[in-house]
């Protein structure tokens, strides 16, 4: 018995997490067994890399910061994904391999056949069915995530989110490169539009894609 493995993408502020989040409740409302998790993090061990990773005082070469995301992914494989999707459970994962295509492989210039290789030694088979690509300008993407966090006294910004604007537009066009090579796996969505309306369209992709009933 297997389940099914579904993962949510996007440049900082997208408001992937939130519906990600959203996705596993609807299907833990509807009895579909579902585990949430995130990258880099999920585990004990991801987890402290994750905090190592986004600490703004955090000095990370390129590769070094490639290693380390490839080194959380394979943990969060072995120990939660491979297992749950062994179990036959839905996984919801915020952010996973694509990540590293569109933010080390592009965004850092490290090369994407590099990335791919390095991501195919820490996944095995453990890959995405169905991926979602929450899509939206840069501006937008900071006004809606970390300028807003950090005006309502939530948090400042992490390490990545103190990366200069060009950065971040390398990243989305990182993240529709490859959705224009991966059509079949990698859905776009247009995360301008309201909440409710973006929950219910990746629901019904979802519906579709496993034939089940998400209530």
């Known amino acids: 018995m297997s389940g099914h493995f579904v993962t949510f993408e996007g440049i900082e502020g997208s408001g992937k997490s939130t519906v990600a989040r959203g996705v596993c409740e609807a299907l833990k409302r509807s009895s579909i067994p579902c585990l949430f998790t995130r990258e880099p993090g999920g585990t004990a061990a991801s987890e402290k890399i ?16 490639l290693l380390l995301y490839v080194a959380s992914r394979a943990q969060l494989v072995q120990e939660v994904i491979g297992p749950a999707l062994s179990e036959g459970r839905f996984v919801i994962c915020d952010r996973f391999m694509d990540a590293s295509v569109a933010y080390q492989g592009w965004a850092r210039g490290l090369g994407e056949e590099l990335v791919s290789r390095l991501n195919d030694y820490a996944v095995g088979e453990c890959r995405p069915e169905l991926t979602f690509l929450l899509d939206l300008p840069v501006e937008e993407g900071f006004r809606r995530g970390p300028r807003r966090r950090e005006e309502q006294g939530l948090r400042g910004r992490d390490r990545l989110e103190l990366e200069d604007r060009d950065f971040h537009e390398r990243v989305r066009e990182g993240y529709l490169r490859l959705a224009e090579r991966e059509q079949e796996r990698i859905v776009v969505i247009d995360a301008r539009a309201p909440f409710d309306e973006v929950l219910a369209l990746i629901i019904g992709n979802i519906e579709e894609r496993f034939n089940v009933k998400i209530k």
Do not use: G, H, Y
């Open 50 to 65: 994750r905090d190592l990773l986004l600490d703004p005082e955090s000095s990370i070469a390129p590769r070094t910061e």
